[in-house]
């Protein structure tokens, strides 16, 4: 069974930053594309941002460019998400994705990001 395990996560204020880390128990060369998405209350998950594992290749929300940097260490089978000029509205359980070509998607357990302003 494949599992994402998510830290980092915290309270921080406005302005600030974050690195949060999403750790796989398999190597995460097998998934298609990796990610990060965002839930806050009472609104839908939305998209943060994506990285295919072997490229490299990135994609961010409109949101997030120029502020939020998406990496991964295949050695550590870990993708990391750096998060800086942190808003408030950027407040939610941000959740790690990986997209397996053959065994589907695997989410994390989630990691609660807090902005106050």
């Known amino acids: 069974q494949v599992q994402l395990v998510e830290s980092g996560g915290d309270l921080v204020q406005a302005g600030g930053s974050l690195r949060l880390s999403c750790t796989s128990t398999l190597s995460i060369t097998s998934f298609k594309r990796m990610g990060w998405y965002r839930q806050a209350p009472g609104t839908q998950r939305e998209l943060v941002t994506t990285?295919?594992?072997?490229?490299?290749?990135?994609n961010y929300a409109d949101s997030v460019k120029g502020r939020f940097t998406l990496s991964r260490d295949n050695a550590k089978n870990t993708m990391y998400l750096q998060m800086d000029s942190l808003k408030p509205e950027d407040t939610a359980v941000y959740y790690c994705k990986a997209e397996h070509v053959i065994w589907g998607d695997y989410w994390g357990q989630g990691t609660q990001v807090t902005v106050s302003s």
């Open positions: 990285i295919t594992p072997i490229g490299g290749s990135t």
